[in-house]
């Protein structure tokens, strides 16, 4: 499913952002999505995922400053970022997949793996 992202920019510490990813529908490609960014020299990591059951998850650097959230009737992941501070600065990537089967709790979850990306927004926080 092809994922077009728009946001971003430039802030200082203290600021906030919001990072959208339309997608051309949502369906059964897109019941796991989720955040990532890579910041300057560092690995890509997960910021933020809405699991297949709805539910929410953030890593830890941005619980309570960071919420994600979709707009089903609009196709929309959002990532409303608050008091940014200067290590978030990173491209953020949004992506999407469908999740698999699980054996262990007998229904389709979420993996880390994703075959849809966004092509990513900058996000720069400094003063």
């Known amino acids: 499913v092809p994922l077009k992202q728009s946001g971003g920019g430039s802030v200082q510490p203290g600021g906030s952002l919001t990072l959208s990813c339309v997608a051309s529908?949502?369906?059964?490609?897109?019941?796991?999505m989720a955040w990532f960014r890579q910041g300057p020299g560092k690995d890509r990591e997960e910021v933020a995922r809405?699991?297949?059951?709805?539910?929410?998850n953030y890593t830890d650097s941005v619980k309570g400053r960071f919420v994600a959230s979709k707009d089903n009737a609009k196709h929309t992941l959002y990532l409303q970022m608050n008091n940014l501070k200067p290590e978030d600065t990173a491209t953020y990537y949004c992506?999407?997949?469908?999740?698999?089967?699980?054996?262990?709790?007998?229904?389709?979850?979420?993996?880390?793996?994703?075959?849809?990306w966004g092509q990513g927004s900058q996000v720069a926080v400094s003063s």
């Open positions: 992506a999407a997949d469908r999740g698999g089967w699980s054996e262990v709790v007998r229904k389709t979850v979420c993996f880390p793996i994703y075959h849809s």
């Open positions: 529908e949502f369906n059964y490609h897109t019941v796991c």
């Open positions: 809405i699991d297949v059951d709805g539910n929410t």
